[in-house]
């Protein structure tokens, strides 16, 4: 055999105890086979690295971390350790790792097979991963896997309800973090690594990007190497058909920035949880038949589907509070330039006639004609006001991702308003009967629950 063939392992049985069934997976110097152990007559596993011309004795080092660490793990959704001997066959020469066989398929292999999953799929899938990574880290010393991603989780036994059995495989490129600061190996995959990764480092947080980037394939069906990025953020949204909540989680959860990044599995699965408690309860905390409905008679119209929400808030109306207060304060001020008539000068009213009566004419056009409109899709939020066919941002689009909370705030005026907070940025929907754009309580209620809805936040009452 030339360096340059593949070794046939075929049938053949390694240390008189394994025979060799079927290859599954080679790279670089590594193979992994399916072979079944005479002693036991189970299917197990025997990963193989091989000395070659691609052999690098770093290499070895992670192989043996491979089955150091696994050796001292124990968990229903990892493999189990086996065995770890030297290779010394016809075929190769290196040294072998033996570990317990899970018959099941990649979430990678499964995607390209066509298999899609729904938002409630890959949370619970989330959790699963999140649960083994909280043992994992739970170690001491932590122990960072560093390439979680599709090819490395295996499912199996799926149900209607149920994603399936969750498993965590190849350890490959384990690494602990009581070596963190004296290893600068570059492992892992791209599109699923975190930028500090490249650096050779690795945290706790470190998986957790990995755990999201993952989640981002499953959500959007590309590989996140493929999707746009800005400032090293993967831009998925525009792809991704989720909730604005489980969208903002896989953000901090792929945060570049590592400090801004979600820290640990418990604050991962915590707010992961919080995100869902908070949109059931309220559905629990309100009866069938208290679900806000459009009052009747209300003339705001709202449109929605999984792309967007577009309400629109018509003027105040002709007889309106606000009109007639315009009219009543036109009529007043000229009634006060007026006075110069008395003394022969009558420039002042003309002089205010022409400045008034246009600002005047169009406040009331405002208030006939004029429409407010709230628009939200999957990339931004607007607030503009129209009239005719003239518009006018009351405030510069923002990103989706930005929004954040959802309140109804009440003002020392008995005066209600419902603000959507993008950072710093408020876009507001008032009851205060001196707004053009004014609502009724009813009508706010409404909106505030078809909102919350679907953005996935809660309403904060103050």
């Not at 193989?48 to 959704?77: C, M, Q, V, Y």
């Not at 499964?110 to 990574?133: C, D, M, P």
């Amino acid at each position: 055999m030339t360096n340059h063939e593949s070794p046939d392992f075929n049938q053949e049985i390694l240390l008189e105890r394994y025979q060799v069934q079927q290859e599954l997976s080679k790279k670089a110097g590594r193979r992994s086979l399916l072979a079944r152990d005479l002693q036991t007559l189970e299917l197990v596993v025997v990963k193989i690295l091989s000395f070659g011309n691609e052999f690098e004795w770093n290499d070895l080092k992670l192989f043996e971390r491979e089955a150091e660490t696994l050796k001292a793990l124990s968990h229903p959704s990892i493999p189990r350790y086996l065995d770890y001997f030297e290779l010394d066959s016809p075929n190769s020469k290196g040294f072998a790792l033996v570990q317990s066989y899970i018959p099941a398929q990649s979430l990678e292999v499964q995607l390209k097979a066509g298999r899609s999953f729904s938002e409630e799929e890959v949370k619970e899938l989330a959790k699963a991963i999140l649960e083994i990574l909280k043992y994992l880290h739970g170690r001491q010393p932590p122990v960072i896997h560093r390439d979680i991603k599709p090819s490395n989780i295996l499912l199996t036994n799926r149900s209607g309800n149920s994603v399936g059995e969750v498993y965590l495989v190849d350890f490959g490129s384990v690494q602990t973090i009581a070596r963190t600061s004296s290893t600068m190996t570059v492992v892992g995959s791209y599109g699923y690594m975190p930028p500090e990764q490249f650096n050779g480092r690795a945290t706790c947080a470190s998986d957790l990007y990995s755990l999201g980037a993952t989640l981002i394939y499953l959500v959007t069906g590309q590989h996140p190497g493929d999707l746009p990025q800005t400032d090293l953020r993967i831009e998925f949204e525009q792809a991704a058909n989720i909730s604005l909540g489980f969208s903002s989680w896989l953000r901090h959860m792929t945060e570049p920035i590592m400090s801004q990044r979600l820290p640990s599995t418990e604050d991962a699965m915590r707010t992961l949880e919080e995100g869902e408690e908070d949109n059931q309860s309220q559905l629990r905390g309100r009866a069938i038949n208290s679900i806000p409905k459009k009052p009747l008679g209300s003339k705001i119209l709202l449109k929605k589907n999984a792309s967007f929400i577009d309400i629109i808030i018509p003027g105040a109306g002709l007889l309106s509070i606000q009109t007639l207060t315009f009219i009543i304060l036109y009529f007043f001020i000229l009634f006060m330039m007026s006075i110069p008539l008395l003394s022969g000068d009558g420039s002042s009213l003309l002089r205010g006639i022409l400045v008034i009566s246009p600002v005047a004419f169009i406040l009331i056009c405002i208030c006939v004609f004029g429409r407010k409109r709230l628009y939200i899709n999957r990339q931004q939020i607007y607030l503009i006001y129209k009239i005719f066919k003239l518009e006018r941002h009351n405030l510069l689009p923002s990103s989706r991702q930005e929004i954040l909370r959802l309140d109804i705030n009440k003002s020392d005026f008995n005066k209600y308003y419902l603000t959507i907070w993008a950072g710093i940025k408020k876009y507001v929907i008032s009851s205060n009967e001196l707004d053009i754009f004014t609502v009724t309580l009813l009508e706010l209620d409404w909106l505030a629950y078809e909102l919350s809805d679907w953005l996935g936040l809660p309403i904060t009452k103050k």
